[in-house]
């Protein structure tokens, strides 16, 4: 637990050492990088092992694939590409004020603080540090108190590996977020729910500080009329039952025609027997986080099974030891609007289906509720393509698989709307974490000096004022 004037003191000794190193080089920049690549290369077990043991069970293909991998990924790019983005970009200049010169510099930020979730406790506290780094920023990170195992563990390697006037972590519960999200940073990116980002954005307005909030949301899956339901539904199990369900940016329901529910049904079916051949009891296959969680997925379910919804179970629950259990892959039919399952984010391995008439009615349920932060649609149609693109809003648009946006370095994440705000990841998470400075260099002759006063009508009336 960090107390208040302890986080005071550390963001305090950061602002002093950025002050003393406001620019810091595309070598030092790209040391710090290293150094945090090289802390979750060597050490990847001890980060496998400690998510294991804070989800009870954690499939250990998973936590190398979107925790290790994505952070090494992330390093890679940046240090790659880092010496273009620091480099000034010229600015066209109006003719009347040649031979006048304009440059944007892109200038560090100067603390950043990030707010990680528990959901991926690993890559979603180190991927945005990653960008904050590589603009030239120090940053401070709060881990998730429902993850203490990956906590303390971030902990003891960023202690190892860097500078407390570098890079920080800061163990601690809500208290403690709230503290930290007063403290008055350069910027501040939160990963997590939409009741928590609203407290978060709060608090940061105090000091008027500039808030990236990553927020999920229920994120539709669109199968098109000429869409091949084998390779959906294959694509989509994917998407939603890696991690069980606990992706911000997984298929939170699937909208399909009616008349092909049944056989889409089916092609479910046989894709999670297939990616999981022993239920719960595979190996890939992930627990749930925290008894909090489960409560919460069973209440929903029981919900609609009480409202006569029909709940197709792919498997049975697994408890696991220390509170910790497997839900199965469950498929909920034609639920109806009202329901907890519709009104709020799944994030977890219930996947609502629902029949409607067709893509019109599809694109209309969409556009009815919040803008998310993922949309995947299925299908060869460039003209539907397009028509997704043009009618819809979202964070981020895949078309025939799920996630794979995400793994882009190039592309920026984030939402719109009730999804989140601002993005990050490569080149925009550099920019994000930066001050794009307007720099003006006026020559040494000028005729600007003509627009001094008496102003003359005729020379205003040659330049069109």
Not at 197 to 212: F, I, K, M, Q
Not at 230 to 255: M, S, Y
Not at 289 to 299: F, K, N, P, S
Request: with cysteine; charged share 25%.
């Amino acid at each position: 637990m960090t107390d208040v004037r302890e986080l005071q003191e550390q963001f305090d000794a950061q602002r002093r050492t950025f002050a003393a190193e406001p620019w810091p080089s595309l070598a030092t920049r790209r040391d710090r990088l290293a150094r945090l690549a090289t802390l979750t290369r060597r050490h990847r077990d001890e980060i496998a092992r400690a998510i294991n043991q804070d989800f009870g069970h954690r499939a250990e293909a998973e936590t190398r694939l979107a925790e290790v991998a994505t952070v090494l990924q992330a390093v890679r790019h940046a240090r790659r590409h880092l010496r273009r983005w620091m480099r000034p970009k010229r600015a066209a200049v109006p003719w009347r004020l040649q031979p006048g010169r304009a440059r944007v510099h892109r200038q560090p930020l100067g603390v950043v603080g990030i707010i990680a979730p528990a959901n991926y406790p690993w890559s979603l506290a180190w991927l945005p540090a990653v960008d904050a780094l590589a603009a030239g920023n120090r940053v401070m990170i709060k881990p998730s108190e429902h993850t203490p195992a990956t906590g303390a563990l971030m902990l003891r390697l960023a202690e190892h590996y860097f500078s407390a006037e570098e890079l920080c972590v800061v163990p601690g519960g809500v208290e403690t977020a709230r503290d930290l999200s007063a403290l008055p940073f350069d910027h501040l990116l939160f990963t997590g729910s939409a009741r928590v980002g609203r407290e978060v954005a709060r608090a940061a307005a105090a000091n008027l500080t500039p808030v990236t909030l990553e927020l999920g949301g229920k994120s539709p899956a669109i199968i098109g009329h000429d869409a091949d339901l084998t390779r959906a539904a294959e694509r989509i199990a994917f998407g939603k039952w890696l991690n069980a369900g606990q992706t911000c940016i997984a298929p939170d329901h699937v909208l399909i025609e009616a008349s092909r529910l049944g056989d889409f049904i089916e092609a479910m079916r046989k894709a999670v027997e297939t990616f999981y051949p022993r239920g719960t009891a595979s190996e890939d296959y992930t627990a749930v986080l925290g008894e909090r969680q489960q409560a919460r997925l069973v209440t929903m379910l029981e919900e609609a099974r009480d409202h006569g919804c029909r709940v197709i179970a792919l498997g049975e629950r697994l408890e696991l030891p220390r509170g910790g259990a497997k839900l199965p892959p469950t498929l909920v039919i034609d639920p109806t609007e009202g329901l907890t399952l519709m009104r709020e984010e799944v994030f977890g391995p219930w996947l609502p289906i629902l029949g409607v008439r067709d893509l019109d009615a599809a694109l209309e349920h969409v556009n009815a509720g919040p803008r998310p932060l993922a949309l995947y649609a299925f299908t060869e149609d460039a003209d539907l393509r397009r028509r997704f693109l043009e009618t819809t809003h979202s964070g981020g648009v895949v078309f025939n698989d799920t996630l794979w946006h995400n793994a882009v370095p190039a592309l920026p994440f984030g939402g719109v709307g009730e999804s989140g705000m601002g993005a990050y990841h490569g080149e925009a998470g550099f920019l994000r974490f930066s001050h794009e400075r307007a720099v003006f260099t006026q020559a040494r002759r000028s005729g600007v000096g003509l627009l001094n006063p008496p102003y003359r009508r005729w020379l205003l009336k040659l330049l069109g004022l």
